[in-house]
């Protein structure tokens, strides 16, 4: 009655021994697991065409390769700006245009994976999503490569579950995106797990970054999260950048200005040569 | 742009000062949050026609009012039974007519909430699903009551706005279950939060059961469980039965053999008589 | 070089199979672990003599068999009020003298042990003092019960080993006390687990019982969680009582008034009739 | 009544505005909270004067510039080794007199305050006694610097009042010690927050150190860890090494080796240098 799953095998996310590290290209020039980092940028949701292209230009500028930006918002509550869906696309879509920045969006609904596989050129799965296994499903059998977010409760080991979910259903291009889990210390929005980093590292051979915004949910630690998580062994980070957070339509407090955003790739650059990687 | 949301607007599912509670019935038998507490009884998912059957009978007999059963399974790794779907859906509705007990099963995905919907009496959100904003909106655009479980860190405002989302869409007919949240301590499968069926009950008109056995996640502590969930308010019990647990597909340790199950029946019946309810 | 140590041993708190419960008694008419419950009141702190007294006579009108209230008051910040110290176990006496209640209190230092033991008739280890070894040896060496609360990151295993500091220093008679656990939800001061109960009077042949008012940290649900306790199987329970809640100098949210101690009394002798036990 | 307490005050551990860096020296040659980090070194337990000696050699050849060795052992059962006590101190005496390394090892008890101070340079408050509020007061009342580690389960600002018994006793010189927290992911012993070590960084002006060892509990990520604490603004690292590491009393499977401590020293320095300090 199980006949349509693929056989009990040894998953496909975990590093055989002596297996390398996983490239997972987006771009001839952005490519995730190698020796050069991955710096994205971007903000939380697309709110305009302006907002989205003055803030991918200023991505570009600050040294970033790649531009986030939600179309469609998961929120807490329904009565939360839910984000501009298809229209926020459309955004997207001119702001890469416009920068040469390749786009990494998020997809909440399996119904929408088509529509988002045909603008974006990565899609993310958000931590509420980490284990929404029919939409692991559907992103697995598009040739676009995943973004998973870490959910605020999953373990290591439930997390390298969900992404065989990807990986079974065809797709194999798969990034972890680590961003910080819920413990009893509300001090920052979320805990920075540094060392599921280093675990993952060792355990999968596929590329892992860092999303230090939502992990801090303060601008001012995010560039020490950053710097952090680039010594423990990151293939890259994904930053909230807003060209004016005071104005940002949602998570506002950790975005960081266009400067500060610079400011953290300098930083960030110089740990990366000391760990032996480029930024 | 969120032209088509709801206005912002005093949650649907938070008491009103001087609010009764809301009465979310079934059946002409079956009502939750009424004086009567509602035991719900069944396998974690369902295996083959016989199995659903033979248990629903033991439910039955054992002083149950209610089925469950999952058609659709969501399992931390792709390689792991997933349910008999709609096949599944066809036993239970079988195991309905031979019993008369009315039926609540599992939906994951947003695409298949017609065809459960034409099946179930009841549909269940499980904990995964607590932030799957999608199916939240699908559920709530139906006319069949839904059970919301807990996400297992989900905190108890949370769970509030996940509910808004089903009411926001139309549907009233909303019961919380508390299954156990996930702590530093694993002692158990989960910690039951019995607190939070008390403040749910002060904070919402809407009913509020537990599920002992995934909180417990080992039948010696399931009737311990129930019975503190009985005492602390709740207004039923989501127990996981099984004719031969130990050949259970999924959640084998958990599962009460039928003469367990008619034993927490007894003793929960005198707690309730205690706390002036009756089951 | 560790030769003054006990040698490895099955640890003295575990239940052997077919053991029985052991009876801690604290005077011929107050005994934990039997039949009968053992409900403590009594104020967080030792504020005064006629405070002290008010509230004994409150508790003991209430269905109170024994009395609670700190005379050394362990605080997060230095700044707070610490407790009235030898002061505070003079008034203790007196309230005993005064309605015939036994006198639970709380020490924190090791050399503070003798001089506690003097006055108290059991002698409470507070959460923050579990894996306080030196204190556990000291009042191991006396002749005094101890009440051993959990701390709020205690696993069950973490505190039976606790436990045993105590036991394998002499003292055999220890009674556990669940105070609720630190999680990330913080709906409420803390996250009873009543779990833990259940586990632990299966594990060991201790006395278990419950404190309810530091797990809601508010009164309105300390009398839901204190039934839950019971219900699960708990050998008593620790209520903070005040007569005029509004002024404490600690913990005045999730204090009872006489009025509201004495209902807790009562639903809690109705759900005990319940699981075949006496309040 | 509470008159000998100190008066409500700005509290000591939070920096001022404008105010800088609080250094804390051990010697001449190590002190917290300048420029250069301090690398301590040394066993979990110290076992023999052969093994303390030859351990610490190896700290000194690798890098190190202070030894950390227990000789009162904090352990979750009694049964299990709990340090050679008066005898610890003197062999670590005795390694300190032929190596010219500082020691800093953990006092347990109030009544050991004074034997201890008068051997160790550095007294440490381990996790499980960051609320011993006693022992807090005990050593702010000695003229000794304080290492005061973060308890498993302590908020930052539970540690800060911690902190503060320590000044408010007069005892100025406190360094705070992130170790990892317990959160509900047990991939690793502990989660260690960079991020509690970036905040601190802002409210005090106090140093701050980082233990990878006893967050990572595995030899393996040790290294990783240590760079991410010095990429957010660590002041130094306690790092536990044993020359032979499979016949370790304690802690065996998180020692490094003094190979692997001196590879960690030169990793980290080349983060140190990145972050504009030195090590």
Known sequence: MAAELPKKQTPLALRKPGQGNTLVPITPDVCFGGEKLVLIGGPCAVESQSQILETALAVKNGGGVMLRGGAWKPRTS?????????????????????????????VLDPRDVAIVSEVADMLQIGSRSVQNFPLLREVGLTNKPVLLKRGMMTTVDEWLAAAEYIL??????????????????????NTLDVGAVAVLKQKTHLP???DPSHAAGDFRYVAALARAAVAAGADGLLVETHCHPADALSDAGQ?????????????????????????
């Open 208 to 210: 892992v970054i860092v």
């Open 255 to 279: 975005s960081l200005t266009p400067e500060q955003f610079a400011q953290l790739k300098t930083e960030c650059s110089a740990v990366a040569s000391a760990v032996g990687r480029v930024l």
């Open 78 to 106: 329904p009565y939360d700006f839910q984000g501009l869906k298809e229209e926020g696309l459309l955004f997207l879509a001119k702001a890469r245009e416009a920068t040469g920045l390749p786009i990494v969006t998020e």
């Open 168 to 189: 079974a259903a065809g797709n194999a291009n798969v990034v972890f995106c680590e961003r910080g889990i819920r413990t009893f210390d509300s001090t920052l929005r």
